[in-house]
């Protein structure tokens, strides 16, 4: 079929009950990244020395990480979308070595933030330190948060698609919490510049 | 194309090398912020039309999270750009 002619998808993957999650997600988010922005604008000076402290190498290669497991969540989603009847087992097997690794690279970037953390509160540092570390730990512990669920989530379709769960008629659970996890992805995408590198 | 997922998560590394190199040579400044935030922008997006699949959706629900990112790092570049004045 022509491009112009290719017919969009009526909804966005997955139960559309996790998009209404991701847009309240996203709004929350943005509060605190603009609440930081403007924050930043009476203590530049403070922010910018403050930021010093941070970890940048740990920053990055965190990003890397998520960028990464995100991409093996779409090949998990990819395989299981793209299978037969026929298919039905190898493709949930396919899926499962894809999600274990995304769930991998997921706890590998749980235990750099840990260490990273453990450095910040080893110096003293905590959320009344200044404003900068507020916002520093706000965000990152949020956002932390929401990695723990989207491995628990992770792990709940990782366990379906062992039993052989998905179908070629039901596998909208797993795009539903690749769906999550990309939004994870999609913060951290703008948290990484704000917090780490801009000054 | 066959390759668009590989291209995709190969632009989103390439991004992420760049910004943390502006940032680990401390060569960070106002017009390098810019691109810095154009870079997060096409970053986000990549990730909204290929790794959510937004792309072949209704463009609708592919706008909610374009404008979004948009709207934030706007104003994340408004409060960075506008002048700071001392009462």
């Known amino acids: ?15 559309f009950a996790i998009w209404i ?19 930043r604008r009476a203590e530049v000076e403070l922010f910018n020395a403050s930021q010093l402290v941070l970890n940048q190498t740990s920053g ?35 899926a499962s070595k894809w999600l274990l690794s995304a769930m ?17 509160f080893g110096m003293g540092i905590n959320l009344s330190t200044n404003t900068f570390f507020m916002f520093y730990l706000l965000l990152t512990m949020f956002h932390f948060m929401h990695v723990m669920l989207g491995l628990i989530i992770l792990g709940n379709i990782y366990q379906k698609t062992k039993r052989v769960g998905y179908t070629t008629d039901d ?26 590198i801009i000054r | 194309m066959e390759n668009k997922l590989e291209i995709a998560w190969f632009t989103l590394a390439l991004l992420t090398i760049f910004a943390f190199f502006l940032g680990h040579f401390n060569t960070i400044n106002s017009s390098i912020v810019a691109i810095l935030l154009i870079s997060t922008f096409i970053k986000g997006q990549v990730v909204i039309d290929y790794f959510m699949g937004l792309k072949n ?22 409060a960075y750009y506008l002048p700071i004045t001392h009462y």
């Open chain 1, 1 to 15: 079929m022509p491009r112009h002619l290719s017919i969009k998808a009526p909804y966005p993957p997955g139960d």
């Open chain 2, 57 to 78: 959706v209704r463009l609708g629900y592919r706008l909610i999270p374009t404008l979004w990112l948009f709207v934030v790092l706007s104003l994340i570049a408004t």
């Open chain 1, 60 to 94: 990055f290669i965190n990003t890397l990480i998520l960028i990464t497991s995100s991409y093996f969540i779409v090949k998990a989603v990819q395989s299981i979308k793209n299978m037969t009847k026929q298919t039905t087992q190898s493709a949930n097997s396919v």
């Open chain 1, 21 to 39: 999650i991701i847009y309240v997600e996203l709004l929350t988010f943005s509060l605190l990244f603009i609440g930081y922005a403007f924050s």
């Open chain 1, 171 to 196: 596998y909208s659970g797993i795009e539903t919490g690749a769906s999550y996890w990309h939004l994870v992805d999609l913060l951290w995408i703008v948290l990484f510049p704000l917090i780490y």
């Open chain 1, 104 to 120: 991998f690279l997921g706890f590998l970037f749980l235990l750099m933030k840990v260490s990273e953390f453990t450095q910040i």
